[in-house]
């Protein structure tokens, strides 16, 4: 056993684990973030998918010695306060999840993608997405909420700016 320090949504932790431990595991088990999901263990399918240092990864196939000092946001700490992200609120708007198990994955996937590009087109969306499955079939869903979530965005952007001119 080790200590490692990370920061997990804005929170420094120090834990004592294995070093091959899986980042996963970590944040489930030991950190009590039940909302990153265990889908294949073999970072195929995307339901663990988490930001480390703002870049998308699998988190089933990240060591947490690997991680250690660098910034890990979750499904968890995507929300700013109380205010929900804007994939978040399109994702509930929209009904996308059906079964909903791969869609914190899904959607941390996509927060990674309109972070890098506000304005993606479908084809920006589908290659952003790939590796990301949902066995309920909900990619049309998925891609409305995407979009859904630019115009959403666009608006709290005018609103805000619409107050401060005022």
């Given amino acids: 056993m080790s200590k490692y ?76 306060n109380t205010q929900l992200h804007p994939l978040q609120q399109t994702w509930i708007e929209l009904d996308v999840a059906q079964c909903g198990y791969c869609q914190s994955g899904q959607i941390m996937s996509a927060a990674a993608l309109l972070k890098r590009n506000p304005n993606p087109t ?19 869903r998925i891609r409305a909420a995407i979009h859904g979530a630019v115009k959403l965005s666009n608006a709290q952007y005018v609103n805000a700016a619409e107050e401060v001119n005022a």
């Fill in 122 to 140: 479908d084809a920006d969306i589908d290659a952003a997405m790939v590796g990301n499955y949902c066995r309920c079939g909900t990619y049309n």
């Fill in 5 to 80: 320090k990370i920061n997990v949504n804005g929170a420094d932790h120090e834990i004592d684990v294995e070093a091959d431990m899986p980042l996963l595991w970590v944040l489930r088990d030991v950190l009590g973030l039940i909302g990153t999901k265990f889908g294949c263990g073999i970072a195929l399918c995307g339901a663990c998918t988490v930001h480390v240092d703002d870049v998308p990864m699998r988190s089933c196939s990240v060591r947490v010695a690997d991680v250690a000092g660098l910034s890990i946001r979750t499904i968890e700490g995507l929300a700013e």
